[in-house]
DNA sequence: TAAAAATACTCCATAGGTATTTTAT
DNA sequence: ATAAAATACCTATGGAGTATTTTTA
């Protein structure tokens, strides 16, 4: 049962009378009848009673209209939607997230993209960088938004950011205000260190970092979220190496000092499927950098 | 966007193979190739990702393979149910009928073929015969179940059963208990005749069988329901001229009699529309007329 | 008798086949 | 180097057109 032969049928169920239906599919009398006659021959059963005078819907026809609007209706809908998914005006987007990118101008992003692609869906995960490079290559990702990894053949990445890392002290702390602060300095300071469960990379650099100014840090507390480690400063248990956009998160009674010299930074790196291309990735990237770029031109507002 | 069309993609999205899709679809490998081209062609999308290695869906193509295998499904669907629907295995009935015929068989009936036909709707209206003829006229009635009528030349018409009218009379009442009665011993009975307004012909027939016998009945209450002619004759009201059928209600208390000579009779005709023929109006009629003959046959049981 | 559906036929578009080329790993 | 998709080209089915016949109200 063909389309064409459904539209058919809709046409004359509509109008009821051969020669009009005909015009209005714009074709002429002839072959309407044959093709009615082929659907009523594919569904061995007679869909019109019909004379020179007047055509009816059958009990079989009555039967077969709604359904036959329905399918058309399903079609027409399908090729219009798929063709949109293709255009990048609709669809699906799974988007996988460190969660110090909260804090470096995703959401904003976000906010963007939504307003210009109404009709897209966006799934937001929060996964470590390993496991976004894992869920992307089994498709279970779209985008993924990592720490600095080396991405595999088959994925691209596009950094957004690169930014120092600060030192993040309780007010009334001996280095509070100061505006630089050697690294050495923090040598026998409680450091409250992100988790490395959550995020191996961050926790092994800033390990590195000190051990290469030629000191172990004391490790007291060992958190799973970017503001907790904020909210342990604030409460005067300890300094913390953070990526410098966690300022703009404007936790009180915690200053932030730079370190003297190069020190290492965070990275912000958008990865994605190298094949077949989602045209929304490119549009979300957009956003991304807009947004991101944004957010390091105002560091402070 | 044609069903064939679908089919392909369909059946590529789960093969991921052109050759071994084209196996499964029965054709050969390059007519495969061109009617995914087309497809992708007719809605301005690539659906698939595809080298001589691997053949991967798109964004898009993942868009449409529900839908697609959606359509395909009600599209199947739509074919079998209509050809049932021609078989007369599937469908909807409306059926008109006057209320006696409740005391005919015809709850019998319906029982039966719904057993025969359990995948038919039968809906149940209870209309006057004149209601039933212009319902069935307008195609919102597949059949009625009328008192004797002149049926329109489109409309086919089937006597069911003819049974005597008989008398209705209260025990204790000087008739009761009489063999047979004549229609002029009820002159000076209180009548309770059936509601003009829901069965004229019934009432009418009444009044005629009375004015050729020379006298005019005192009508005392006209009601709606044959339970109620019965329930008012039960409690004395007066006597009734009711269909021989009602005697199988089993109402306490009440006695029927025969009238002497022949009197008119209370007719049962089923009425449908003459073209298009429904399928199952011809099998409800059989079971219509089956049940209908068996009541005649054990007219006390 | 007249309006409309069905039939007869012709033509051409296109679905599908075979042979071959291109491509990507 | 090889497996697999794309292309080229041919054939034949069948969809659509015109002319005509049949049907029935």
Redesign the pocket.
Known sequence: M?T?LLR?FVALAEE???????TR??????????????LEEQVQAQL?E??????RLTAAGEHLLPRARQILSLTSQAAQETTDVARGVRGHLRVGFVGSSLYRGVPQALEAFQKQHPQVRVDMLELNSAEQLQELQQARLDLGLVHSVQPPEDISSQMLMEEPFLVAIPEGHRLSSRKEIDLLELKDERLILFSAQVSPVYHQRIYQMCQSRGFTPEIRHEVRHWLSVLSLVSLGQGVAIVPAALQRVGMPRVTFSQFVGDQATSELLAVWRR?PTNPLVQSLLGCLQTAVDDIAVHPLD
Chains 1, 2 share one sequence.
């Open positions: 063909e064409r058919y009821l009378h051969f020669g009009r239906a005909a599919l714009s074709i002429s009398q002839p072959p309407l009848s044959v093709a009615i006659k082929q019109f019909r004379n020179s005078k007047e055509v094949k």
